[in-house]
C-alpha cells in the first residue's frame, strides 16, 4: 500500500500506538489501515453419489479441477457466497446442508469456509471462470489436476466421512508445502 484511501496522502508502515504490529498509517490524516485475510466460501455441491466439480478458466490454476468457491463479498452470508459462487461458477442452484469444514491458510492470508450442499436440480454449466463442470464419482475425481491443496484435503476428508457415513466438521491449517497423497 502506498496511498491512504481516505484522503490520498503516502502511507508508512509502522506499530501504531497502542498496536503490536506494523500497519500501514497515512502520515497526514493518521488513519490506519487494517489489512485482514480474505474469508473464501464454496460448496461441495451433491447429486446423489457424485460432487460437482469445475474446471478453472482464469487464473490461478486455469486448467484444472476445483470445487465452487470464491471470495465473499461484503453484506452476504457465508452460506450466501457459498450458494452465490457455485451459481456464478457452475450455474449450479443448491441448498447448503451444513458448514463443512473450516481452513486456515495463514501463508496466503486466507481462510476456507466449505459447505455441503444439495444440488436442487440438473441443470447446470460452467459460468464465467469455468471452462467445464462436471458430476464426478470418487473414482472418477481427476485427482493429479486438482486445483489447490485446500481443496485436494476437503475432498480426501469428504470421500472419508461419506465411506462411514459420518460427515464430522474439520477444522485444520493448510502449510504451504502441503502434499497430500490419495
Known sequence: ????????????????????????????????????????TGCIPEWEDKILLCKRAIEPRIGLWTLPAGFMENKETTSEAAVRETWEEANARVQPIGLYALFNIPHISQVYLIFRAKMLDMNFGPGTESLEVELFEEHDIPWDNIAFPVIRETLVRYFNDRSTGQFDFHVDDIAPSLTIKR
Do not use: A
Not at 491512504?4 to 496522502?9: I, Y
Not at 497515512?26 to 473464501?40: E, F, R
Open 1 to 40: 500500500m502506498n496511498y491512504c484511501s481516505h484522503c490520498g496522502s503516502p502511507v508508512e508502515l509502522k506499530i501504531p500506538p497502542g498496536d503490536n504490529l506494523p500497519r500501514y498509517v497515512c502520515s497526514h490524516c493518521g488513519q490506519i489501515h487494517y489489512q485482514n485475510p480474505k474469508i473464501v
